[in-house]
C-alpha cells in the first residue's frame, strides 16, 4: 500500500517549507526511519526520515521548491506497486507551484519523450535531472529509456561548448555538498576518474570555514549557511512583531551547587546546570500554563503539554531542539535526553521530532563566561529564559556579610499572551525552586 511523503509542520504557524534536496532518488529502496529529504522550515534545516519501507516514487516536488505543508510530494511504495492515480498532483498545478518558487519543475524540463509510449526508468529520470538533460534528445534502441543511454548521451556530448557533462560523485559525497550548499563541479575529486568523494567535500567545507573566518576578522562579507539565513529571518521577523518586555531576577544559587552534586553522585551522565535549570522551568510551567501558551493567528493557545527547548549554538546558525514532556522526566532523563539532542545539532543530525512541538525555550550562555543577557521570544512560544554564569558575590545573607554564588535570570515575555504580574509570578516560582530544589516535590 501506498505511503504518502509530505512537507511536514513545524510549528503551529507554519504554512510551508523549502525542499533542500532529496537524499534518496526515485526509483531507490527506502527503508522506514531512513533520512529521505533534507527541508527547510521556519525553525531549522532539518532531515525528514521514511515512514515505510518500499521504493521511493511518484517524486512531484524539486530542490529549492516552497511547499504548502501537508503537501503530498512523492510516495513510497510496493515492489511493482503503481503510485495511485487518485493522489497524483495535476501536471498543471505541479508546473505552478514550481514557476512559483522559480524551479524548473523535472517533468516539464525532462520527462516527455519524443516516442509516444517510451517508458522512462526512475533512475535514467534522476541521472537526467542531474545534468538537466532533455530526455527528448535521448536515443533508445528499445521502448525504454535507461540509465545507459542517458549516460551515453551525456559521453557523446561531452565536448560540446557549455555542456557539463558526466560528474561523477559518490551518493554521500552528493548529499554532503547538498547538505552544505557546494557544487560538485567546484570540487577536485581524488576518486577514481577524479570521482568526488565524501573526503573531497568535507576538504572543501573546511577550507571555505576558513575562508569565511578570514573573511570576518578582514572585514569582508560572506556567504551564509541555510540555517543561518533560517535563523536570521525567523529572528529578525519575531523582533518586529512580537511586544517584548522583559524580568530580571538574581538568586542565591548554593543549593544548585549542592543539587547538581547530588544529582551527580547518582549517575554516570554528566549532570549540567542547565538540567536543573531544565527541571525547574519545566515543574514552574505546569503551575502557570499561561507561560506554557502560544500566539496563534490572534489567540491565545494554552498547550496541554509542556515541552521544554534547548537552544543550541552550532557551527550553522542557532537551532532548539525540545525535550517532550520534560515536567515527566527526572533530572537524570533529561540529562541524558540533552546531552543526545545536543550532540544531534551540532553534527547536523536533528531529525523532525528533536524539533517539533516545543512550548517554551531556555537560553543558556553560561558556559560562555556571559553574565546575564536578553533574549528574542522564540514564535509562536509566549515566553524565553536566558540565563547566565554563576558568579560569587558579596551579599548580606541572615544579617550576616557572606560571599554567595549568584545567578541572573532574565525572562523575556510576549506581551500579547503574558502581563507583568503573570511574567513575574513565574519567575518568582522558578527561583523558590532553585533556591530550594526539595520544592519541587
Given at each position: 500500500m501506498a505511503t504518502k511523503v509530505i512537507m511536514p509542520a513545524l510549528g503551529m504557524a507554519q504554512e510551508t517549507g523549502k525542499l533542500i534536496a532529496w537524499l534518496k532518488k526515485e526509483g531507490e529502496s527506502v527503508t522506514k526511519g531512513e533520512p529521505i529529504m533534507e527541508i527547510e522550515t521556519d525553525k531549522a534545516v532539518v532531515e525528514y526520515d521514511a515512514a515505510a519501507s518500499g521504493i521511493l516514487g511518484g517524486v512531484t516536488a524539486v530542490a529549492?521548491?516552497?511547499?504548502?505543508?501537508?503537501?503530498?510530494v512523492a510516495w513510497i511504495l510496493e515492489p511493482g506497486e503503481p503510485v495511485p492515480e487518485e493522489l497524483v498532483r495535476p501536471a498543471k498545478e505541479s508546473s505552478t507551484a514550481a514557476e512559483k518558487s522559480g524551479v524548473q519543475h523535472p517533468e516539464k524540463a525532462h520527462v516527455e519523450s519524443s516516442k509516444p509510449g517510451t517508458e522512462i526508468s526512475p533512475v535514467a529520470r534522476n541521472v537526467a535531472r542531474e545534468h538537466n538533460i532533455d530526455l527528448n534528445q535521448i536515443k533508445t534502441e528499445g521502448s525504454r529509456i535507461r540509465k545507459a543511454d542517458v549516460l551515453a548521451f551525456i559521453e557523446g556530448h561531452a565536448d560540446q561548448a557549455g555542456f557539463p557533462g558526466l560528474l561523477p560523485a559518490s551518493p554521500k559525497a552528493r548529499r554532503l555538498a547538498a547538505k552544505h550548499g557546494l557544487d560538485l563541479e567546484t570540487i577536485s575529486g581524488s576518486g577514481p576518474d577524479g570521482a568526488v568523494l565524501?573526503?573531497?567535500?568535507?576538504?572543501?567545507?573546511?577550507?571555505?570555514?576558513?575562508?569565511?573566518?578570514?573573511?570576518?576578522?578582514?572585514?569582508?562579507?560572506?556567504?551564509m549557511s541555510k540555517a543561518w539565513a533560517v535563523m536570521a529571518d525567523r529572528l529578525a521577523e519575531a523582533w518586529r512583531t512580537i511586544p517584548h518586555f522583559y524580568l530580571e531576577r538574581e538568586i542565591i544559587a548554593s543549593q544548585m551547587v549542592v543539587w547538581r552534586e547530588s544529582a551527580q553522585r547518582s549517575t554516570e551522565d554528566k549532570i549540567t546546570y542547565t538540567d536543573l535549570l531544565t527541571k525547574a522551568v519545566a515543574a514552574a510551567l505546569k503551575h502557570h500554563p499561561r507561560v506554557n501558551a502560544s500566539w496563534i493567528e490572534g489567540e491565545i493557545l494554552i498547550n496541554d503539554g509542556v515541552h521544554v527547548g534547548l537552544a543550541v549554538a552550532t557551527a550553522d546558525g542557532l537551532v532548539v531542539p525540545v525535550i517532550p514532556n520534560t515536567d515527566e522526566l527526572s533530572v537524570k532523563e533529561i540529562a541524558s535526553r540533552r546531552a543526545g539532542l545536543v550532540a544531534r545539532a551540532q553534527e547536523g543530525r536533528l531529525k523532525l521530532q528533536d524539533i517539533q512541538g516545543g512550548t517554551f525555550t531556555i537560553s543558556n550562555l553560561g558556559m560562555y563566561g556571559v553574565d546575564g543577557f536578553i533574549a528574542i521570544v522564540n514564535p509562536p512560544q509566549a515566553a524565553i529564559l536566558a540565563v547566565g554564569k554563576i558568579v560569587d558575590k558579596v551579599m548580606s545573607v541572615d544579617g550576616q556579610v557572606a560571599v554567595v554564588p549568584t545567578l541572573k535570570l532574565t525572562l523575556s515575555c510576549d506581551h500579547r499572551v503574558v502581563d507583568g504580574a503573570i511574567g513575574a509570578r513565574f519567575l518568582a516560582q522558578i527561583?523558590?525552586?532553585?533556591?530550594?530544589?526539595?520544592?519541587i516535590l
Open positions: 529549492g521548491q516552497e511547499i504548502p505543508v501537508g503537501e503530498v565524501t573526503t573531497d567535500v568535507l576538504a572543501e567545507a573546511v577550507r571555505l570555514e576558513q575562508v569565511v573566518r578570514q573573511s570576518a576578522i578582514s572585514g569582508q562579507p560572506f556567504a527561583a523558590e525552586y532553585l533556591e530550594d530544589p526539595l520544592r
